[in-house]
């Protein structure tokens, strides 16, 4: 489904993707993880063509997608940082990015699901970080489309509305969608996720599943599994 | 590009700072009608104003609008348009928002005070067109700074820098030089330097209309000999026109190979 090939990055001196090649198979949860300033934003903001790659190639479903626009159609993305303009409405917010895409959506469910109704009429500057995020939320997830980017979506969520977003992410993957994920909860990943991606240096450093990757590894624990990889990077760039 | 200007004029026509813009320009214009009852004075006066201010309020909202709407923008950006539909909606929300201020602030009293009738009509339509005009140019330079610089403090610095150089350091220098030079003929060199600052070009455009002109000396009748004409008019509004222009075909430059 996604197909990334070469992927060169660099901003100024600094080389953050490097000849990074991916590819995405249709359907599934897929996480990608890496340390700090590993690449997982430059790579997730290439496919949103927010960031413009110096060299390599973007295909969904066997189409170049580069300096395209109208692919972000059968698209939805989550932002890190949810900040709205401070001036709209919750409900006129969601309508104006209603109004922005020529397909339908269901907001009201995930409204509803959300708990968002007493706040509809409240201006988004008046908004907690966790309401805010909540808002976000409806936002990507009121289109239905083929691939869905979640830049750590479990930011500020209490509990509850954590288990309604695991419930949301499993419904559109049994609908055969594709999900891509970056986050630092490992138990997120643990539970959630079908395939990890891990980066590092602006190379992909391991890919598969989670099983394989407590294998490779010889953890029982992802977080170690993780933290594994991580420390031998660590001890070959100081031996370096 | 329709829809995203749409809701940055809805967004700004409810922010507090449009109105605190539009009710200055009100009680201004009040004042100066109430005050002086020589339409051409007060014109004078409010153009000494406009010129001024206009660009350094178009400067502030152009860049703090862009970097406070940075993560909006960004949200903007995954979906389906184009990127130069989204800056350049917002561009002309900004501009357009800001213009309405001024001609409802300015506008109101002149309307109230019935000078629709008088004689000045003409001079102060030109007035509002040139304070448009100044609006479009510095929010779209701002446009530009920010563009160019992800550090908010440096880039609010930069246009401030940019607001202080056409309004002030521009001038200053271009003095110098005259008095400098005061034994050589300067006709052209007048001519093509107040052409190079919008600011600059703004004033002597309305002065001139305004028959000030006599208190210039030589300069100001050859600046009248040109400016005076509809063919300077012309040439001075297209002048005004490229300062829109360039900004925005650099602003299309950059958004093409920008990361966000």
């Keep these: ?240 | 590009m329709l829809k995203i200007l749409k809701y940055s004029i809805y967004d700004l026509l409810r922010s507090r700072w449009s109105y605190v813009y539009f009710i200055f320009y009100l009680m201004l214009s009040f004042s100066l009608f109430f005050l002086n009852s020589d339409i051409d004075k007060a014109i004078i006066t409010l153009m000494n104003v406009i010129v001024v201010l206009t660009p350094l309020i178009g400067t502030i909202f152009g860049v703090m609008y862009y970097y406070s709407s940075k993560e909006f923008t960004e949200l903007l950006l995954a979906q389906p348009i184009k990127r130069s539909k989204i800056f350049m909606g917002q561009y002309i929300g900004i501009s357009l928002s800001l213009t309405l201020s001024l001609v409802l602030g300015v506008g109101i009293p002149f309307v109230i005070y019935g000078l629709f009738k008088s004689a000045a009509v003409f001079d102060f339509t030109l007035l509002l067109v040139v304070g448009a005009f100044l609006n479009f140019i510095f929010v779209a330079l701002a446009y530009n700074i920010a563009l160019s610089i992800n550090n908010k403090i440096k880039g609010f610095g930069y246009a401030i820098l940019m607001w202080l150089t056409f309004a002030v350091i521009y001038d200053a220098v271009f003095m110098g030089l005259l008095i400098h030079y005061n034994d050589y003929p300067l006709d052209k060199f007048t001519l093509i330097a107040t052409m190079l600052n919008p600011i600059d070009l703004s004033r002597i455009l309305i002065l001139l209309k305004l028959d000030a002109s006599a208190l210039l000396g030589y300069t100001g009748a050859f600046l009248q000999s040109f400016y005076g004409t509809n063919m300077g008019l012309i040439v001075s509004l297209s002048a005004l026109s490229m300062w829109i222009v360039l900004p925005i075909l650099r602003m299309s430059s950059k958004l093409k190979k920008k990361d966000f």
Excluded: C
């Design chain 1, 1 to 240: 489904m996604i197909e990334i090939k070469n992927l060169y990055k660099k901003f100024g001196k600094l080389t953050v993707l490097e000849e990074l090649n991916l590819t995405i198979s249709k359907g599934g949860i897929f996480a990608i993880l890496g340390p700090n300033g590993s690449g997982k934003t430059t790579l997730i903001k290439s496919i949103l063509g927010m960031i413009i790659p110096n060299k390599g190639e973007i295909a969904i479903d066997g189409e170049n997608i580069l300096r395209k626009w109208k692919y972000r159609n059968n698209l939805n993305y989550l932002p890190q940082v949810a900040n709205f303009p401070s001036n709209l409405s919750v409900k006129e917010l969601i309508e104006m990015v209603k109004n922005l895409r020529p397909k339908k959506a269901n907001s009201q469910e995930l409204i509803d699901l959300f708990g968002l109704p007493p706040f509809m009429n409240k201006k988004l500057g008046n908004l907690s970080g966790g309401t805010k995020q909540k808002v976000n939320l409806v936002l990507t997830f009121m289109f239905d489309s083929d691939l869905i980017i979640l830049d750590e979506p479990t930011t500020g969520l209490d509990p509850i509305a954590l288990i309604h977003l695991k419930e949301l992410i499993s419904k559109e993957k049994a609908k055969g969608k594709t999900i891509l994920v970056t986050t630092h909860i490992m138990s997120f990943v643990d539970e959630m996720a079908d395939e990890i991606v891990f980066l590092l240096d602006g190379k992909i450093y391991f890919k598969g599943s989670v099983d394989a990757l407590k294998k490779q590894t010889d953890q029982e624990n992802l977080e170690h599994a993780i933290a594994n990889l991580i420390e031998k990077q660590y001890q070959t760039a100081t031996s370096k």
